[in-house]
T-cell receptor, first 108, second 114 residues
Framework: GIQVEQSPPDLILQEGANSTLRCNFS?????LQWFHQNPWGQLINLFY???GTKQNGRLSATTVATERYSLLYISSSQTTDSGVYFC??????????FGTGTQLKVEL | GAGVSQSPSNKVTEKGKDVELRCDPI?????LYWYRQSLGQGLEFLIY????????KSGLPSDRFSAERTGGSVSTLTIQRTQQEDSAVYLC????????????FGPGTRLTVT
């Protein structure tokens, strides 16, 4: 099945810093989603982005499907951005395959 | 509108007992998914329902696990004769159609088997 790798696994930032999270996948996809898992375990939808570029406030994402990667950009980070960020893809089957996540901690 | 809801939010059960977990998808969503999140296995797919089609059960870890979806809406995941390795957070998601559509997740049920 399709493989999803995320990097870095852990990231510590000072409030106000910018960061880039990466998601590599091993095959063509028809769905790619970025999620933020908050401290209560809820998966919050950030982007549905099988291709192209989207922006939502301080967050933006780019997926280059032909090169099999996606990037999530966080600008001017805040402590509320802390948590785990997951990339998940569907490669034509019936399920999302998740990466192992990036654990982000934003400090004052 | 209302999101995906799940109940109970927490469940503690003794080894060997049966448990039922409930998921209520977003109104109008024809596709429903169950996943689970555990420390050792990350987030993994369990089962997928789409309309009246036969469900995709390829992710169910053993025959102790089963799920049904009544009337194309609410779904129940049943685990029989629970084992300690079943302890995990069970997440339900729904989408407008096939898996290529954006999936929305519920808050999960945290299952602890003692």
């Amino acid at each position: 099945g399709i493989q999803v790798e995320q990097s870095p696994p852990d990231l510590i930032l000072q409030e106000g810093a910018n960061s880039t999270l990466r998601c590599n996948f091993s095959d063509s996809v028809n769905n790619l989603q970025w999620f933020h898992q908050n401290p209560w375990g809820q998966l919050i939808n950030l982007f549905y982005i099988p291709s192209g570029t989207k922006q939502n406030g301080r967050l933006s994402a780019t997926t280059v499907a032909t090169e099999r990667y996606s990037l999530l950009y966080i600008s001017s980070s805040q402590t509320t951005d802390s948590g785990v960020y997951f990339c998940a893809v569907t490669g034509g089957g019936n399920k999302l395959t998740f990466g192992t996540g990036t654990q982000l901690k934003v400090e004052l | 509108g209302a999101g995906v809801s799940q109940s109970p939010s927490n469940k503690v059960t003794e080894k060997g007992k049966d448990v039922e977990l409930r998921c209520d998808p977003i109104s109008g969503h024809t596709a429903l998914y169950w996943y689970r999140q555990s420390l050792g296995q990350g987030l993994e797919f369990l089962i997928y329902f789409q309309g009246n089609s036969a469900p995709d059960k390829s992710g169910l870890p053993s025959d102790r696990f089963s799920a049904e979806r009544t009337g194309g809406s609410v779904s129940t995941l049943t685990i029989q004769r629970t084992q300690q390795e079943d302890s995990a957070v069970y997440l339900c998601a729904s989408s407008l159609g096939r898996a290529a559509y954006e999936q929305y997740f519920g808050p999960g049920t945290r299952l602890t088997v003692t």
